[in-house]
Every structure is written in C-alpha cells, then in structure tokens.
C-alpha cells in the first residue's frame, strides 16, 4: 500500500445535524400526553410474543438503559411502565424530508447519512453567511419553530470531527471543535467514541493497548495498517484530526453487494458455505453503513470456464439479517449450483433496497 504524506484540509465549514430521539421526539409531539414520559419506539412485547426491537426512544426510557436495536423484551423488563408505540414510517420520512428541506435553505451540499441525520458542508452557502456556527444555529431554530423538535448540531472542518462533536451534546447540543482544539479534544476521547470504530475493531484496539485517542497517536501507521488494512491507514489520520472525504450530494442507491474470486477454484459445499458466509457478513456491514435494507437477493457464480450465473429471489418484507441472507443465498447455491465445474467467483447483492427503519441515531 502506497503511504501518502499527512494532509489536512482545514479549510472547510462541516456541520452535523443529528434530530433528538427522533422517531420519539416525533410522536411527543403529535400527543402531548407523552410528554415526560418514557417513549419507546417498538412493538410492545406483551402483544408480539416478545418480538420487535427498539428504533428509538425518547430520553426518558434511556435514564432505564433503553437503547436503539435492544430487543423490545429486554426494553420493557428494563422499563416496565414504558410507553411501547409500534410506529409510523411514512410519518417518519415524511417529517425527514421537511428536515432536508429547512437545510437546503442553506446549501445544497447535503450528505443524508440516514432518516434523522446529515452533513452539510456551509463553506459556501446561500445566504453568504461566514460562520458555521450561525448557520448551525439557524437550523436548529427553523427546525423547532417549524416542526417542534430539536436537533444537536456539530461543526468542524470535515465531516469526522463534526460528527463527534454532534455527539458530545445531546439533547439541543452545539459543539465546534477548532482546528487548533482538535488534536486536544482527540487525545481524550475513548476509542470506541471515534466514528466508524466497531465493536470487533475496539476489541482489537484494546487488544494492541489502545484506548484513547492519545493512545491511537503512538501506534505507527505501518502498525495500524498490518492489523487492520485501509481501516488502520484511516485510524492514524483521523488520530491526528485528518479526514478530508468531501460531503457528497445523496445518490440513490439501487443495489449493495460484494463479491470475491478465488485463484483456487471451489469445489466442495462446505467450502463454499464459508464463503458465503463472509460475503453475507460484509454485505450486512454496507447496509448498516448506508441505513438500507432489501427485498431481492441475488447470487452470482462464475465457474472456471467463466461461464457466469446469477440467481435472484425476493422476499415478502426487506432483510438486513446476515442469517436470512446466508440461507438464501446457500438454498440458490444448492439448487443452481454445478459445483463439479469449479466456482472462481461467488457474489451476494441486495437490491430493492428501502431505507432501514429501525436503524436510526439518536
């Protein structure tokens, strides 16, 4: 891997907004008999047999140890007298685009990272105003005095710093984090507080004696890049408060896949289902990472002579599940598939992707 020397661009104005327990915040709104109650957005498990998973819940419900993606039983043993609302989508999204709509006012360098959040990059905008911070605060007031409902906003030179800073204070938080300050900020922050850092990655982290951003700063990039690849050459830049991806307009996103070929064929199922089994976790991170979920799974197999088949089926509801993805694409595999021929491909892909309901940032 080329090693390209360390540039920061600072010039930017980055600002993250991010809606308050949105999906929540929403339903207080539109019953003010909920106020000050604890909300929690899901399927109340004493009418679903205990099914159903947390999308969001209002600050209330989190003072219990409520949290987005618990399951809707353990919700309510921790939040017995909870207030389990199953949602309304369509509401949701509906209330979503007005939001975009409040930010559009300002620039049309608008990144939806999901339903209830965004970058906005306000170097140039249309008001001509200088300061990012002014703008980040005249979103938030247009947003409540429009629809009621708060957003904590971050701003910084790139999206990265903006986003942690979106984090430090929530609810109706604005946090700035200076290109002389972030460094600072950086050093102190734990590990598992930088965005983009998962779980398996923290374990690893801590498992080299990383714990801090100070930490992350004695590691040398040959280091971070042996354990972790282009992940490792992103942690030593974004250690030093360098990320310079541009904020990038939304596209819509028809499909998300992954594929890989193999320079020793595959013969044997069971070799093949460990594959698979890869393809369909990787496939599962991108649609975590994009917000999305889909209806279509479609297999792809080229064999050694490069004859290549692809075979779709399409579910009654959208799938984010890495086991449903999996069974899918090994029943295909087993029904289709020639494997006396060799196999030096194998791919999943999702299409009819939908936005992820029940993913959302709080």
Known sequence: MLIFPLINDTSRKIIHIDMDAFFAAIEVRDNPALRGKPVIIAKDPRQS??????????????????????????????????????????????????????????????????????????????????????IAKLIQYDIWQELQLTASAGVSYNKFLAKIASDMEKPRGLTVILPQNAQAV?????????????????????????????????????TLIDHFGRFGYDLYRRARGISNSPVKTHRVRKSIGKERTYGKLLYRMEDIQKELSGLAQRVVLSLDRHQKVGKTIVVKIRYADFQTLTKRRTLDVPTDDEEVILRI??????????????????????????????????
């Open 329 to 362: 694409a090994t029943e295909i595999v087993d029904q289709v598939g020639e494997l006396d021929r060799g196999v030096r491909l194998l791919g999943i892909t999702l299409t009819n992707l939908e936005e992820k309901a029940h993913q959302v940032s709080d």
């Open 186 to 222: 950086l050093s102190q922050l734990p590990i598992e507080k930088f965005y983009g850092v998962g779980k398996k990655s923290v374990e690893k982290l801590h498992e080299l004696g990383i714990y801090t951003g100070a930490d992350l700063l004695e590691v040398p990039e040959m």
């Open 49 to 134: 047999g205990g099914r159903g998973v947390v999308s969001t819940c209002s600050y209330e419900a989190r003072a219990f140890g409520v949290h987005s993606a618990m399951s809707s039983k353990e919700a309510y043993e921790r939040c017995p007298q909870g207030v389990f609302i199953s949602g309304n989508y369509d509401k949701y999204v509906e209330v979503g685009r007005q939001v975009r709509e409040i930010f559009h006012r300002y620039t049309d360098l608008v990144e939806p990272m999901s339903i209830d959040e965004a970058y906005l990059d306000v170097t140039e905008n249309k008001l001509g105003i200088t300061s990012a911070v002014k």
